[in-house]
């Protein structure tokens, strides 16, 4: 099992800066990859990034690219989202989901492949 808390959103104008974290406790967080999702209201649920199990391998959507950085620490069990020139369609709730393997599978945009979630924290750009 892996509790997930997400903190560190909140409102903020268009250009300026966030970091997310999540903290993470039960099984060893240095074991499993883990990314952040983002659902917007009436919208789905969509992949932002994802970091492995060492931090040597990042993924991010095209929607962010040059814009957010995921990180972790494994000595504090947390992963962040740096999320830089924020934009009006950034605007969403953010989600923190754990893999359960240390390698981030080919399918790691789909929100089937992780079974343990946060409660998500709500960002919101104003223009």
């Known amino acids: 099992q892996v509790q997930l808390v997400e903190s560190g959103g909140g409102l903020v104008q268009a250009g300026g800066s966030l970091r997310l974290s999540c903290a993470a406790s039960?099984?060893?967080?240095?074991?499993?990859?883990m990314v952040w999702f983002r659902q917007a209201s009436g919208k789905e649920r969509e992949f932002v990034a994802g970091i492995n199990w060492s931090g040597a391998s990042t993924y991010y959507s095209e929607s962010v690219k040059g814009r957010f950085t995921i990180s972790r620490d494994n000595a504090k069990n947390t992963v962040y989202l740096q999320m830089n020139n924020l934009k009006p369609e950034d605007t969403a709730v953010y989600f923190c989901?754990?893999?359960?393997?240390?390698?981030?599978?080919?399918?790691?945009?789909?929100?089937?492949?992780?079974?343990?979630w946060g409660q998500g924290t709500q960002v919101t750009v104003s223009s």
């Open positions: 989901a754990a893999s359960q393997r240390p390698y981030l599978s080919g399918n790691y945009y789909n929100r089937r492949e992780y079974k343990y």
């Open positions: 039960g099984r060893t967080f240095s074991t499993y990859a």
